[in-house]
């Protein structure tokens, strides 16, 4: 019996998500592990003054709060990583706090490859799906970086015109190895290379280029019904 066309697009799409949260499994558990850890060190100072012969009360009282800050934050953030594990509602998020989402769940393991990262969107705050800003450019940030060997800068930049917005990153001379004895790339399942891009894009809506010093994400806001 033929393979129904729409089901093999969505069946590689399901892959490639697949693939690209195989890949960010990592970066999120180093970020889970990293707001768990300010909890562990203030749990033992915490246990250290109650064994004290004369426990400061006061003290103990400003202790206990700040670990209940702390775990509340760590719950929050915690709570934030996991649902890139999950498909949800494809809301509308500002593409500024995305892009730095998705960059800041990187940061760690691209400055111990040597690359920088220059993030010049802070500034634009228009509404994107959240699905094309978690998937398609977080997918297109570890295609480009994994075909770099050495040190490089990462710009990113985005810039809209009508309906119109176009995401880019661009590679440019700079970064720093000084951190690379620090690890390189994680090999987890399988590498992410430009097919599973362009599927990903292609599921959501985003016309996609790239060579190897760069690569444009241009997405169409459809028209407000009427």
């Known amino acids: 019996m033929p393979c129904?066309?729409?089901?093999?697009?969505?069946?590689?799409?399901?892959?490639a998500r697949y693939a690209l949260m195989r890949r960010l499994l990592p970066a999120i558990?180093?970020?889970?592990?990293?707001?768990?850890?300010?909890i562990?060190?203030?749990?033992?100072?915490l246990e250290r003054r109650m064994k004290a012969a004369a426990p400061d009360l006061a003290q103990l009282g400003k202790s206990t709060q700040a670990l209940h800050a702390?775990?509340?934050?760590?719950?929050?953030?915690?709570?934030?990583?996991?649902?890139?594990?999950?498909?949800?509602?494809?809301?509308?998020?500002?593409?500024?706090?995305?892009?730095?989402?998705?960059?800041?769940?990187?940061?760690?393991?691209?400055?111990?490859?040597?690359?920088?990262?220059?993030?010049?969107?802070a500034q634009l705050a228009l509404p994107l799906p959240r699905g094309m800003l978690?998937?398609?450019f977080t997918a297109s940030l570890i295609a480009l970086t994994d075909a770099?060997?050495?040190?490089?800068?990462?710009?990113?930049t985005a810039d809209t015109k009508d309906s119109e917005t176009c995401l880019a990153i661009s590679l440019e001379p700079g970064g720093s190895m000084e951190l690379g004895?620090?690890?390189?790339?994680?090999?987890?399942?399988r590498s992410l290379d430009w097919e599973d891009?362009?599927?990903l894009a292609e599921a959501e809506g985003v016309a996609l280029s790239h060579d190897a010093g760069g690569v444009q994400l241009r997405y169409c806001a459809p028209a407000p019904s009427a």
Not at 101 to 120: D, K, Q, Y
Not at 148 to 156: P, T, W
């Open 70 to 121: 702390l775990s509340r934050e760590a719950a929050a953030v915690s709570l934030g990583l996991m649902t890139w594990l999950g498909p949800k509602d494809n809301d509308l998020v500002a593409l500024n706090g995305a892009v730095e989402e998705s960059l800041g769940l990187m940061t760690t393991e691209l400055s111990f490859r040597g690359f920088s990262i220059a993030n010049e969107t």
């Open 148 to 156: 770099v060997e050495g040190a490089a800068k990462i710009r990113v």
């Open 40 to 45: 562990g060190m203030m749990s033992a100072m």
């Open 181 to 189: 004895y620090l690890g390189g790339r994680t090999q987890t399942y």
């Open 4 to 15: 129904d066309p729409s089901l093999l697009k969505e069946r590689l799409a399901e892959a």
């Open 134 to 136: 978690r998937s398609v």
């Open 197 to 199: 891009v362009r599927v």
């Open 29 to 38: 558990r180093h970020n889970i592990a990293g707001t768990l850890q300010p």
